[in-house]
């Protein structure tokens, strides 16, 4: 039974204890804990888990719930600070892992530009478009607005699938092409389109679409 978490290294304890800690029910729950991460394959899609599915499967408290909601809001948003500044041509793994963080609790799709100065560093990050990523959601004029707003000379963009397959779908095609096009008139570079699966995703770059 985890008695006190500030004193012991947390990264002795497994993940079922430390949900537990962070549910607020240590004490009591660790078999809660560890039934939730069984049934929901882990802990991306614990934090993606439904309120009232939680409340009435589990017995979760509000309280609880809403515990869970924060620690998933704060890793977000360290991820996306900690995006600002890196180089993404020198790593690119890092810039992947950073948004998979970013995007760890989305239940929907959300697009997401990175938008980027001469040395390739990222100045910016911001969630455009939230919902089903196609060609009729995602509206260029607003990402070449932002890009010139912020001074961005190339651009990537990514979009997350909450269904968990990294492949994309033609709408994701179309997506990228009428971005390119669009960023290529005020001579700014799209650099790639990342999507994003449960722990794969797929580059638009890498597989030479761009």
Same mark, same amino acid.
């Given at each position: 039974?985890? #008695?006190?978490?500030?004193?012991?290294?947390?990264?002795?304890?497994?993940?079922?204890?430390?949900?537990?800690?962070?549910?607020?029910?240590? &004490?009591?729950?660790?078999?809660?804990? #560890?039934?939730?991460?069984?049934?929901?394959?882990?802990?991306?899609?614990?934090?993606?888990?439904?309120?009232?599915?939680?409340?009435?499967?589990?017995?979760?408290?509000?309280?609880?719930?809403?515990?869970?909601?924060?620690?998933?809001?704060?890793?977000?948003?360290?991820?996306?600070?900690?995006?600002?500044?890196?180089?993404?041509?020198?790593?690119?793994?890092? /810039?992947?892992?950073?948004?998979?963080?970013? %995007? /760890?609790?989305?239940?929907?799709? &959300?697009?997401?530009?990175?938008?980027?100065?001469?040395?390739?560093?990222?100045?910016? +990050?911001? #969630?455009?478009?939230?919902? #089903?990523?196609?060609?009729?959601?995602?509206?260029?004029?607003?990402?070449?607005?932002?890009?010139?707003?912020?001074?961005?000379?190339?651009?990537?963009?990514? &979009?997350?699938?909450?269904?968990?397959?990294?492949?994309?779908?033609?709408?994701? &095609?179309? +997506?990228?092409?009428? +971005?390119?096009?669009?960023?290529?008139?005020?001579?700014? @570079?799209?650099?790639?389109? %990342? /999507?994003?699966?449960?722990?794969?995703?797929? @580059?638009?770059?890498?597989?030479?679409?761009?």
């Amino acid at each position: 039974m985890v #008695t006190d978490c500030c004193s012991e290294d947390l990264g002795e304890l497994n993940s079922a204890q430390l949900l537990a800690i962070q549910l607020g029910i240590e &004490h009591e729950g660790q078999q809660v804990a #560890t039934a939730l991460l069984e049934q929901c394959g882990g802990l991306a899609k614990v934090l993606k888990s439904d309120s009232f599915w939680l409340r009435y499967e589990y017995g979760l408290s509000e309280a609880s719930i809403r515990r869970l909601r924060l620690v998933a809001e704060l890793a977000s948003r360290a991820a996306k600070e900690a995006l600002v500044n890196v180089n993404v041509l020198s790593s690119p793994s890092l /810039v992947r892992e950073y948004l998979a963080e970013y %995007l /760890v609790a989305a239940k929907r799709e &959300h697009f997401v530009c990175l938008y980027l100065d001469v040395r390739n560093q990222i100045i910016r +990050v911001e #969630t455009l478009f939230s919902g #089903t990523v196609d060609s009729a959601s995602v509206y260029p004029r607003e990402i070449v607005a932002a890009a010139l707003r912020v001074g961005a000379v190339n651009i990537i963009i990514a &979009h997350n699938h909450p269904s968990g397959s990294a492949q994309p779908s033609d709408a994701d &095609h179309r +997506v990228t092409e009428n +971005v390119r096009r669009a960023l290529r008139l005020v001579d700014i @570079s799209l650099l790639d389109h %990342l /999507v994003l699966g449960q722990g794969e995703f797929f @580059s638009f770059a890498n597989e030479g679409f761009l």
